[in-house]
């Protein structure tokens, strides 16, 4: 099956900086990579998601970028706020698959 | 509220009793995902339904986990003979795409 793996796993920046996660995935048939935002005790929203024939997509100050080739894919988070704060997850899902695999998370912290 | 309500917020019980938890997904939602989640880990998919019918369902759950959706509305979980590696977040998700996109808030069980 599927199988995700998620870095760093806390990540700290400054207040406008940017922030990079990366997630790694292993079975190429994988075609929906989704990223989620979940805040101190509440539910994983979903805030972004590619498919696997789009090398990237962009909403905002974020933007998630996919190389197949390679099978990983990144969030980035641009001019970061404190209200960024946050575990961020991604996810994969293999084609016609509802078994979706997530990462296992990256705690971000944003320093005003 | 019209997003996805999870009942009761949190579960306490002994070791070998049995529980069950409630999900009403967003009303127009045909497809209905329970995810477990431990703390520090990302979601991990436990059952999926399209509708009332049950499609997918995680090798990872033992048979004294048993999901139902019997009008295609709400769903319930229920785990029999509880032991304490079931101590977690048993968050419900639902959708009109093929993916999770609205969690509920979530069902905390604590097996003492």
Redesign the interface.
């Known amino acids: 099956g599927e199988n995700v793996e998620q870095h760093p796993s806390t990540l700290s920046v400054q207040e406008g900086d940017s922030a990079v996660i990366k997630c790694t995935y292993s079975d190429s048939a994988s075609n929906y990579f989704p990223w989620y935002k979940q805040e101190l005790g509440k539910r994983p929203q979903l805030i972004i998601d590619i498919r696997s024939n789009v090398g990237e997509k962009k909403d905002q100050r974020i933007a998630v970028t996919l190389n197949k080739t390679a099978k990983h894919f990144s969030l980035h988070i641009t001019e970061t706020q404190p209200e960024d704060s946050a575990v961020y997850f991604c996810a994969a899902r293999l084609y016609n698959n509802n078994d979706m695999r997530f990462g296992a998370g990256t705690r971000l912290t944003v320093k005003p | 509220d019209t997003g996805?309500s999870q009942d009761p917020r949190h579960k306490i019980t002994k070791r070998g009793q049995n529980v069950t938890f409630r999900c009403d997904p967003i009303s127009e939602h045909n497809r209905l995902?329970w995810y477990r989640q431990t703390l520090?880990?990302?979601?991990?998919?436990l059952t999926?339904f399209q509708n009332e019918a049950q499609?997918?369902k995680?090798r990872l759950l033992s048979d004294r986990f048993s999901a139902e959706r019997p009008k295609g509305s709400f769903s319930t979980l229920e785990i029999q003979r509880t032991e304490q590696g079931d101590s977690a977040m048993y968050?419900c998700a639902s959708s009109s795409t093929?993916?999770?996109?609205?969690?509920?808030?979530?069902t905390r069980l604590t097996v003492l």
């Open positions: 996805v995902y520090g880990q990302g979601p991990e998919f999926y499609l997918e995680s968050l093929g993916v999770p996109e609205f969690f509920g808030p979530g």
